[in-house]
């Protein structure tokens, strides 16, 4: 049996995911399954959706 993924917010940085996710398509095509990956957040990140640490120097705060 496959871990349950789970989701972590990070303080002032990224959503951190753990566990195996399927990216869907609008039609419900899985189109690509991740595993360990985090989220940006600060709408920074050059690889959206994906953290690349763009938040640091930007200086992102969370409401």
Do not use: Q, W
Request: with cysteine; charged share 25%; proline share 6%.
């Amino acid at each position: 049996m496959t871990e349950r993924a789970k989701v972590y917010v990070k303080p002032n940085g990224s959503v951190r995911v753990t566990g195996a996710v399927d990216f869907v398509d609008a039609d419900g095509n899985v189109i690509e399954t991740k595993e360990n990956f985090s989220l940006c957040r600060c709408g920074h990140s050059a690889n959206k959706p994906f953290c690349d640490g763009a938040h640091k120097p930007a200086g992102f705060t969370a409401p």
